[in-house]
Nanobody, 124 residues
Framework: QVQLVESGGRLVQTGDSLRLSCAASGDTFSMYNMGWFRQAPGKEREFVGSIDWSASRTIYADSVKGRFTISRDNVKNTVDLSMNSLEPEDTAVYYC?????????????????WGQGTQVTVSS
């Protein structure tokens, strides 16, 4: 069983930066890939980015590439999402998720555990 808890979401202005954090329980955190997803009202859950178990590989959605960065600390069992140059279109609930297989996937159906989400609102 894996428990994930996101934090750091809040209201910010266009152009601001924000860092989200996801804390994971369990002693096998370093064995699985982690992803960040987001969901805006009335829209499908959208892949943001992911990082592999060793933090040697990352992948990002085109919409956030160059603005967002994912990092992880396998000692502290955390994965962070650093967001720069935020835009109103980034407004969503952000979720972290664990891929236990791991399958290096951008499909949210392939992730096994999810946090409760944290709200990010970017005002214009």
């Amino acid at each position: 069983q894996v428990q994930l808890v996101e934090s750091g979401g809040r209201l910010v202005q266009t152009g601001d930066s924000l860092r989200l954090s996801c804390a994971a329980s369990g002693d096998t955190f370093s064995m699985y890939n982690m992803g960040w997803f987001r969901q805006a009202p009335g829209k499908e859950r959208e892949f943001v980015g992911s990082i592999d178990w060793s933090a040697s590989r990352t992948i990002y959605a085109d919409s956030v590439k160059g603005r967002f960065t994912i990092s992880r600390d396998n000692v502290k069992n955390t994965v962070d999402l650093s967001m720069n140059s935020l835009e109103p279109e980034d407004t969503a609930v952000y979720y972290c998720a664990a891929d236990l297989v791991p399958s290096w996937t951008t499909n949210h159906h392939d992730y096994d555990y999810w946090g409760q989400g944290t709200q990010v609102t970017v005002s214009s």
